[in-house]
């Protein structure tokens, strides 16, 4: 015969499974969720580029948006929902070291129009929000990361790596630069990435060709031989992974 | 009455409108058949895909169907793929020329390293000659792939043609897989050049006039520099247009006005000089 204790006992755990479960399913989406951050800088402008590689994500069965000019703390708050998540933008350094992203804001008054988005340790604010703070566990249902800007997969002595942190955090596959990169290379080998990832070549296909096939179009233009710097693009996690048929990562 | 001087110059008037129609129809006539010669120089779709089986034969491999991809970011090439995504070729859309092959296995193939430097290096000539490029007159540059590069199993043989120290827009790379001495990825780019690459702009003063544009010298402590400026000598074309032209490479930090912690962009700016008139060359526009 079962006790009155064991009866709560049993309750408790069928309820700590249900919420296991809700949680489970608030950060699954169906279909599963893609994101591409693109900015109006000054200087430079990639709120197309992210349209392009988020278009191939809707074609290949993502929710798939691209967002221009948000904060740091939109994509900070968000991205655990993301099966895809990419940005494509400027780097940013702090006392020369690299250490991040720039998410230039005109998108809400409650935050300045320069946030950053940075690797390392430190308290949030309202200009900035650090890959630190979140659990380790953060990234676990993403897919992919890409971070398409310079310096965003080198390994700074202060701090670390913007990209690799991303991969620790549970991100399947971390896609970002080790070096300087050209603007225009920058966002060709965006819009390329993604139209070999809605074409099921893995990532690190997808990575690779996108590189040669931009420094094949722009070299010629641009009177030179080396890529423009995308020969430091960088991959951590699988390189086989695919992003077709659209889901989230494990 | 009618006036005589008048009708002769009514009739001057008549003939030299009959003529400058005449004229205007023979200039659409030549023009209509430049666009028929043109449209007939194209390559098909079907010629394309014919192309590209060829080319992965080129590798030792076989493929039963091969699709032109749609939407390929980069105009005027056809991509064209097989089902399973093996390999990748590109064919120029104005000649049906190949200017790329790639295998997605043996790009993937991981691996210990089994093949030295130097037996790549052969297997990549011999490939570039199978393949009916002629490597005479280029420079070799083996291109060094980080540890967590997606290529950092690939050797990358680059040739590119350099005459009297000027960089040519013609340039050949073919990529061996370090494990299994296999051919990953070939392409090329090939232009005869036709115009003079004597510079008048000496290299100093377009590195000044390259900085001048950018406006860094004025800037002073909200930007600081990575290394010198870089200069090279190149052709570049772009739709079928080449000018001599001064790359000017900076590498910089910019401070961010009002940045936290220092806050700067890193940059990487490449300004392009006319060789020739000094001008600021835009290779987007």
Known sequence: MFKQRDILIVLILVAALAGNTIAYATTKYSPPRARCYGFQYSDLDTRLTAKHGSDELDLVGYDSMYLYDNPAHYAYNNMYQNAIYAFTGHGVTFSGHPGGVVFWNTYTSSYPKTTYFRSGSGSNTSSQVWLNNLSNSSFSEMLLAVNAGCYTAYSDSTYGNYTKRMYEKGANTAIGFGDLVLDEYNKKWFETFFWYVRYNYTFGNASYNAARDTGQLYDPQFGRSDWGGLWSVTLYGSSTAKGTPARYGI | ?285
């Open chain 2, 1 to 285: 009455m009618i006036n005589r001087k008048k009708l002769l110059g009514f009739m001057a008037g008549i003939v030299i409108l009959s003529l400058l129609m005449a004229v205007i129809i023979t200039l659409h006539n030549i023009d209509s058949k430049r666009n028929i010669v043109n449209a007939e120089s194209f390559a098909s779709k079907t010629e394309a895909v014919e192309r590209a089986k060829a080319s992965v034969a080129l590798l030792g491999k076989n493929v039963d169907t091969l699709e032109i991809l749609d939407g390929y970011p980069i105009e005027g090439v056809y991509a064209i793929g097989d089902r399973e995504r093996k390999f990748m070729v590109k064919v120029k859309k104005s000649t049906g020329e190949l200017i790329g092959i790639s295998s997605s296995d043996d790009i993937n193939a991981h691996g210990p390293v089994k093949v030295s430097l130097e037996d790549a290096n052969k297997l990549a000539k011999q490939f570039a000659e199978k393949a009916g490029v002629n490597l005479a007159g280029c420079e070799l540059t083996t291109e060094d792939f980080g540890p967590d590069s997606p290529a950092k199993n690939l050797y990358l043989f680059k040739w590119f043609k350099v005459n009297k120290d000027v960089i040519l827009p013609s340039s050949i790379n073919v990529a061996v897989n370090k494990s299994t001495g296999k051919i990953a990825s070939f392409s090329k780019t090939d232009v005869a050049v036709n115009i003079p690459i004597e510079p008048r702009i000496a290299k100093e003063k377009a590195i000044k006039l390259a900085d001048k544009s950018l406006g860094l010298s004025v800037k002073g402590n909200k930007v600081k520099m990575i290394n010198d400026p870089n200069a090279s000598l190149g052709v570049s074309v772009k739709n079928g247009i080449q000018q001599l032209v001064w790359t000017i490479d900076f590498k910089f930090i910019e401070a961010i006005p009002g940045g936290e912690d220092g806050a700067g962009i890193p940059r990487f700016v490449s300004v392009l000089v006319d060789a020739q008139t000094g001008e600021i060359f835009d290779p987007m526009k």
